[in-house]
């Protein structure tokens, strides 16, 4: 995963034994030796099989790798990414183009590797690879939550196994400026807490991604969502200030005033500066969400929008954003930003990151812009690597656009927004669901239409993960440990496995009905805050009672994991409630564990009438779908996630037209 | 863990919130600072509540420090390291002597937090405490298998955890030579396979663990167990080489030469070198398990011991180490060795390491020397934390020695041999057992001799660690995931959680009777690598089995809870076993599934008996405890853990007098 463009299978298969060795030939790149290097650490890794300590065998390495030359010193958009790769039962050949083909290819070789009758080891294949889209995006909001760097480091080594090759950082925010400028000390010094990375961190960063074919680029969203830079430097706001850190979540009127040379100069230095600590030729300016009420309400800045014909604020944000064009230009950079900034004075060479969707990209295209799609990628909506997995950069409009338009698609961005992302929760925010998104922009769109084959592949890719020392599922079972205060969370962890968290806009919802809102104070130790996105045990069970209900209620096998799974809920609660009471954190949860126990019941009794080949009574389905559409309401910020899965069996049981047990959701 | 010295509970408890705070007075200290930061770090961690943001307010900091003066720039033995925390409500106050106390006082209080009724608080208490030994190590082979800088980085974060005070590095045998010599280049460029730290790497860990209060003991073993010095340098040793480095596990015959005076000479520079590398006064030169078959073979040698009237090679070795420890001296180090270094013309200021056992360490103390236990806290045993824990240094012979002799008996080391130990185990291997043992060194005895006790303070170290980042739990399923190719390991789960693995000297005399011995390069990728050296699971049914006996199997709870483990025991082997066959990592299992599935039927049986008040037939019994008897052998070099509380259903099912169904083993 992702599954390459084309793979043809061979006969046989290449064990890896303890003499397993690689060779590079072709144009010496000192990051094909550090690839190789990670190679055979990992290969090691991943078949527990020391490896390293013999050279080749009568000079024929088992892995030859060629690389015919050197990708640039930094990666950059568009260059050639593509590798063949031959695996047979006596060895095995990896050529590419450039650098970076080969590291794709390592990873995909390392992929390939599994245990078998005869060993770990890779099947005789031959594989052509080249990515569909150029641009294949992790955006980390480090600004609501400050994100350590130990993280980031993860995420590349993440994303490398995945060949995703953008990792964007939301850099500031209203809650947070994290990224050292020594023009302007005071961004950090009163906008961080003490949370920022150091440039020296950066650098270091910077070196270690693009060693693994990986670019940085930076974003500093302005002239909105910026009331972290106006904490140290209130003059460049369009209020009065002083301004200190926002500790809530949403869109707020600070805004850099557009009307002053001075912001200008501000940025120009700024700009300049960290155009040289980031050697990405794409510069991120943000642009989104400007609520304008800073802007209405300063006499200075509406004298000037009359003075210079502007109709509304939007022309004022036009305005800025082409000053700012000119700035990012001059310092050799492209500017890329959200949909807003969008407007025709804008040269060709911009690029557009849309969270407005497909159509809004094509539009773009059609223009003659650039755009990477990011709606339907964002990870804090909760949603499954399904939902994910079915959006499409040229789905909607932009499957109606020629191919020179369809070319200005570069590919898209998955997002992690930091309302409700810390340190503790980074790992299973991001994996394994980005793995998916990272096949739908790299394979073939007609290859990569099976859901079932997907979850297969992000399965395998799971584990590897976690080996390779991503924590999405250690540090699930730690904050369980944290919230229980203790190692002993067996009945806990039932509750955790059958549920699934808010989305965003779901949770804050929520809040706003409680009165009890969320900010970048509040703690994150809840239930809600552990536990992935999507629930394994949802889907698998799911996926058993739709194929128990689709052969007729026939196979006796899956009946009894049905059966012994709903008893586990049912008796669940009982086990779980003295735990309960004794957290805060855990208390909550009380009527979610109930209604779990009720829909386990409820379950065992559909379960019962199927059993019996009687129809449920219609009082009994009554009932029982009034329990379940109780249970349906989130409660402590979470759903139970296999409901809809036992809704399928008491309708069955009730002797209706069975409705598919649909996915996670 | 490890319990306080004194501890005195308060009413009402210490409720942390995010204007949780702190301040240093007294002697100002860096380090005070560094621990500072890290607490408030761990602190918000373990709560989820963002901590750090908010000074004081109105002056007072939650929590006060006083530190009376600062320890010394690198820890070092027998500084005083007590200190008293008092908790009220209101707030919390933290004095010790030095730095090292202001250390162990913040870990208390860490560890004290917990999920209440009432939020996240700390229980209003007065603790003062103190250690019981001033040196409580863990040592670590790095040599025989070569374990990564990051994982010691981890080992350091988790001893300060627990108040180990002592890091030892094996940082040389016969497989390998890990620390690089700038003097002696070749003795990692030939002995290491690459694999060794540099001296930027070894000072930035120095640095590291002394601003945890943590000392760095290295340990460079002669004049045998170091074939790796003589890949590079043959003619340090007895024999005529050439020599490469040794894939083997056991005591081999290379030896340095101790009648050359150029053996003198290298060492004066090696140990001048490292000594200035490592400030710790103390300088391990190992000194163990030396069989003299390159000195018996050596005319020159042999002459020598002729001419200096030399009856025997251990003559011959104390010439060697007296000659050693002039050079240890010289260099301002007292040298620290094993039980072996010991004879009569040795200064009263070296150290030794007891690998025999308490009376050995005994007659050491009588006879006016110094010395650690290290028998009996060899985690390569594989041995529960309750077997650790039952061995204290002042046992045995130790008991009967005057006040001042047992003052010599400074603690203990538990070790970690690196036979089976790869960067892939090590956490699992060393925690959370070895917390076990540091509590032995750390608290008075008489409050220390209950072992339920210990164990729950254990599962409360343990997800504690995970959420630090120690990865003893995580690797675990990571490993499964590898030997299985997927994620989905359900059945192997139950399989590896009913198991323990073999101990270092029984898997390797079954190595002996497969004659498949087990190298440097042997793949560690079976069950018997990944799964914990404890089974949990198995611990937690002995007492299930054990309580229900002992109630006279009137717990119909307790009954339920056995009947479901044993269902599940018997029914996995079904849907393990064709994942075994798929791998041949897993294959040699088949066995200790099919025995496990077999054990939970004869229990289901055992309990029908019980359930019915039926005495169990006599020829019933007699095949069942030969299923029991079967399934005692280790296969595939784990042994089923849940074996000995079977048979004590068994028994009890037959009407015999119940014996307790014992811990782990």
Excluded at 218 to 224: I, K, Q, S, V, W
Excluded at 426 to 446: K, N, T, Y
Aim: aromatic share 8%.
């Amino acid at each position: 995963m992702p599954l390459p463009a084309k793979v043809q299978r061979g006969s046989g298969q290449l064990v890896i034994e303890n003499g397993f060795s690689v060779s590079a030939e072709g144009q010496h790149d000192a990051r094909v030796d550090h690839a190789l290097q990670r190679f055979m650490k990992d290969l090691s890794l991943e078949t527990g099989i020391p490896l390293g300590l013999s050279p080749a065998a009568n000079g024929k390495a088992t892995l030859t790798v060629h690389a015919e030359k050197a990708s640039k010193p930094y990666p950059e958009l568009g260059e050639d990414e593509s590798y063949t790769l031959d695996v047979t039962s006596s060895g095995a050949t990896l050529t590419a183009p450039t650098t970076l083909g080969v590291l794709h290819g390592l990873e995909t070789f390392l992929q390939l590797v599994g245990p078998t009758a005869q060993g770990f080891a890779a099947p005789a294949v031959h594989i052509e690879d080249a990515p569909r889209f150029p641009w294949r995006g992790l955006m980390i909001d480090v600004s609501r939550h400050f994100i350590p760097m130990s993280a980031l480091y993860r995420a590349v080594d993440a994303m490398a196994a995945v060949k995703l090759n953008v990792l964007h950082l939301h850099l500031s925010d209203d809650q947070g400026f994290r990224m050292e400028s020594k023009e302007f000390p005071k961004l950090t010094e009163l906008g961080s807490d003490g949370n920022y990375y150091t440039q020296d961190e950066m650098k270091a960063l910077i070196e270690y991604a693009a060693d693994r074919g990986i670019r940085i680029v930076p974003e500093f969203d302005m002239p909105g969502h910026s009331t972290s830079w106006f904490v140290g430097y209130p003059e460049l706001s369009s209020g009065a200030g002083p301004y200190t850190i926002e500790r809530r979540f949403g869109i707020f009127n600070p805004a850099m005033d557009p009307t002053r040379e001075e912001t200008y100069k501000f940025l120009d230095k700024f700009i300049g500066e960290l155009s040289e600590l980031f050697p990405d030729p794409y510069f991120h300016i943000g642009g989104d969400e400007v609520n304008g009420k800073q802007w209405d309400a300063n006499a200075k800045i509406q004298a000037f929008m009359r003075a210079h014909n502007m109709k509304n604020n939007q022309e004022l944000q036009q305005y800025f954003t082409e000053r700012v064009q000119k700035i990012v230009a001059k310092h050799h950079k492209y500017m890329i930003g959200w949909d807003e900034i969008l407007s025709p004075g804008m040269p060709k060479d911009i690029v557009i990151q849309s969270w407005r969707g497909p159509d809004s990209l094509a539009g773009a295209a059609k223009q003659g812009y650039r755009g990477l799609l990011s709606s339907g990628y964002y990870l804090d909506a909760m949603e499954t690597a399904a939902e994910h997995y079915a959006v499409d950069p040229m789905s909607g409009e932009a499957a109606k656009l020629t191919p020179q338009e369809k070319s200005r698609i570069l590919g898209g961005e998955t997002c992690a927004w930091a309302e409700f992302l810390t340190p503790q929760n980074v790992d299973s925010r991001l994996w394994p669901r980005a793995a998916a998104i990272a096949e739908r922009l790299w394979s073939p769109p007609q290859e990569t239409q099976d859901v079932a084959g997907m979850y297969r592949r992000l399965e395998n890719v799971s584990w590897r993960l976690e080996l390779l020392g991503i924590r999405h599922r250690s540090e699930v079972s730690a904050m369980l440990g944290r919230m229980a205060g203790t190692d002993n969370v067996a009945p806990l962890q039932v509750l955790a496995e059958a549920v699934r968290p808010l989305g965003l806009g779901p949770r804050q919802d929520t809040d706003e009905k409680d009165k009890t809102e969320e900010t970048a104070l509040t703690p994150m130790n809840r239930l809600v805050d552990a536990v992935p996105p999507e629930s394994e045990s949802a889907r698998d069970f799911s996926d058993l009672v739709e194929s128990f209900i689709a052969g007729h209620f026939q196979d006796r096998r899956a009946e009894t994991e049905i059966r012994d799974e709903l008893a586990v809920w049912r008796d669940n609660d009982s086990a779980l409630e003295p735990m309960l009471q004794r957290s805060t954190v855990l208390r909550k949860l009380a009527p979610v564990s109930q209604n779990l126990s009720a829909l386990g019941a409820a379950g065992l009794e559909a379960l019962g009438y199927l059993d019996r080949g009687e129809r449920a009574p219609a009082d009994w389905k009554t009932q029982t779908l009034a329990t379940i559409e109780k249970a349906k309401e989130p409660q402590a910020d979470v759903y139970i996630a296999v409901v809809p899965a036992i809704e399928s069996l008491v309708n069955a049981s009730a002797g209706l037209a069975a409705a598919p047990a649909g996915g996670n959701k």
